[in-house]
């Protein structure tokens, strides 16, 4: 993996925005030929993207609107620090190998029956390959009619943390949380719009259990259908018509701890009738 500082900025015509690459990348990645896929973090934000060619070993990456808005870039150039490793272009129609997950020690009903809502976060980072795998969670949830409707959209960047929490007094802990996960679910998947909020429920309660198995603390912060909130957050996160945010998970190491409390209600269980 690479790691350099180097300017963000717009070309001359203000159309595109640019990173540059401050090696020759062919040389560095062994690439002789053939566009050159690459993935990574800028700033903390992860990316995946190829590189344009400006010849005499000079590489560019175009960064797109969303990547931009995550960097809190307006226009002004700007330093950044980067991460950067090669990735194999996938064949057409096979699946990316799924990344090696971390592992936890804790008993399934032992996570289920102490998990607890986490709403203060120490200032710790958690390492994208604890992020990796609290995503395996809310992909390996049950969806109806097996379609996986749910995408997942990572914020690791501060400031439109601190947006979001500043729009919902009942989100105010995303501000400290060493980032979020909002669960969309897409209305397009045909014959899907009934289950879309039970999928994405599921997909959340996973993730909240992966983040409390590893020692994380999270909370799950809804997004009402008519909200002002559901609204600032399409916009700000550019989500697609067909995308629609029913969950956003933040999540940090913990920095409460909480007393355990007794949930076996026997009078709301019954048999066969009411
Ligand atoms: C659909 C849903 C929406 C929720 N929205 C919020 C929220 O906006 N902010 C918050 O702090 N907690 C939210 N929670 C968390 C609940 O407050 C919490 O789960 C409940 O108080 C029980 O506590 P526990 O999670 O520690 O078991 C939500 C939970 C669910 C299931």
Redesign the pocket.
């Known amino acids: 993996m690479e790691i350099f500082e180097s300017p963000i900025y717009k070309d001359d015509i203000g159309r595109r925005t640019f990173l540059e690459i401050p090696f020759d990348a062919r040389e560095r990645f062994c690439k002789p030929k053939g566009t050159i896929y690459v993935s990574g973090t800028i700033n903390g934000t992860p990316y995946r993207s190829k590189l344009l060619s400006r010849g005499g070993g000079k590489f560019l990456m175009v960064l797109d609107k969303a990547l931009q808005k995550s960097l809190g870039f307006e226009g002004q150039t700007m330093n950044a620090h980067v991460t950067m490793s090669s990735e194999e272009l996938e064949p057409a129609g096979k699946k990316r190998e799924e990344p090696v997950a971390v592992s936890s020690g804790m008993d399934v009903l032992a996570a289920i029956k102490t ?3 986490i ?1 203060k976060f120490a200032s710790r980072p958690v390492g994208d390959d604890m992020v990796t795998t609290i995503l395996c969670c809310g992909m390996y949830a049950p969806t109806a009619k097996n379609k996986h409707p749910c995408h997942f959209i990572v914020i690791r960047n501060k400031q439109l943390l601190a947006e979001l929490a500043s729009q919902n007094s ?2 105010a ?1 995303l501000e400290s949380a060493a980032g979020a996960i909002v669960i969309c679910g897409d209305k397009n998947i045909e014959g899907m719009k009934e289950f879309l909020y039970a999928d994405c429920a599921a997909a959340t309660q996973n993730i909240l259990l992966g983040i409390h198995g590893l020692g994380l603390g999270g ?4 997004v009402a259908l008519n909200s002002d909130w559901r609204k600032r957050m399409i916009a700000a996160l550019e989500l697609p018509a067909k995308l629609e945010p029913v ?1 956003v998970i933040a999540f940090g190491w913990p920095e409460e701890e909480k007393e355990l409390r007794d949930r076996w209600e026997p009078e709301k269980i019954h048999y066969d009738k009411w």
Not at 219 to 222: A, N
């Open positions: 998990r607890q809502s709403r009942q989100a802990m909370v799950w912060c809804g969950a």
